[in-house]
């Protein structure tokens, strides 16, 4: 069975600091890992996805996240947030089809 | 055009009344599903159909019935609503190639509250 673990329900950061948000997982097989973010009142757009290649990926919007198997965490990351990332934060595992979403991180970007 | 549209984008309605919510998706994706987001922000699966056939159902009450009469649309009914079925309904689709890797595109999403 899969699950899958967002460490902090809220992260709060200011603009042009950098983000980190916690995703670990637990998989029988080796999986695919997602994240999407959903801005306020609009569906889930897809930011990067881990695919058994690369183990750094690099997404949209200067989005990154590291595939730590030793750990089993995915990881996303930005250098330096901006007004325009604050949204809420999911982190997927996808094995056998079936697509398994964490709770949710709701990143707040102060001025 | 909008790869996968869903209507309403808000529904309001009592509670006992008889609902649907109709998702439409323009990719030629061979799968589509149906996710439940409720005030916490939880994203749940609901169904999943592949090719008009049901391959996923979490366990949702029988209340909420999923048709399929094509696989470029997936509607989602549900009788006798209740005040917990409040909550933010979107529509999925994927390509299903086989592969794990599969990228959902989703609808914007229907807000129903029942009052």
């Known amino acids: 069975a899969q699950s899958v673990t967002q460490l902090d329900s809220h992260v709060s950061v200011s603009e042009g600091t950098p983000v980190l948000l916690r995703c670990n997982y637990s998989?029988?097989?080796?999986?695919?890992l997602f994240w999407y973010v959903q801005h306020p009142n609009k569906g889930l757009q897809l930011l990067l996805k881990?695919?058994?290649?690369?183990?750094l990926v690099k997404g949209i919007n200067g989005f990154e996240a590291e595939f730590k198997k030793s750990e089993t965490s995915f990881h996303l990351t930005k250098p330096s947030a901006h007004m325009s990332d604050a949204a809420e934060y999911f982190c997927?595992?996808?094995?056998?089809?079936?697509?398994?979403f964490g709770d949710g991180t709701t990143l707040t970007v102060k001025p | 055009d909008t790869a996968v549209s869903q209507t309403p984008k808000y529904l309001v309605t009592q509670m006992g009344n008889d609902k649907s919510i109709k998702c439409e998706q323009n990719?030629?994706?061979?799968?589509m599903y149906w996710y439940k987001q409720d005030s916490k922000k939880f994203l749940k699966i609901m169904f999943s159909?592949?090719?008009?056939?049901?391959?996923i159902n979490e366990t949702v009450p029988n209340r909420f019935s999923p048709k399929s009469p094509d696989k470029a649309h997936l509607n989602l009914h549900i009788n006798s609503l209740e005040l917990g079925d409040s909550a933010v309904y979107f529509c999925?689709?994927?390509?299903?190639?086989?592969?794990?890797?599969?990228?959902?595109?989703f609808g914007s999403g229907t807000q129903l509250s029942v009052l």
């Open positions: 997927v595992v996808s094995e056998a089809g079936k697509s398994t």
């Open positions: 990719l030629g994706h061979d799968t």
């Open positions: 159909y592949n090719n008009k056939e049901l391959i």
């Open positions: 881990y695919t058994s290649a690369a183990t």
């Open positions: 998989s029988s097989y080796s999986p695919s």
């Open positions: 999925a689709s994927s390509q299903n190639t086989g592969a794990f890797d599969e990228k959902l595109f």
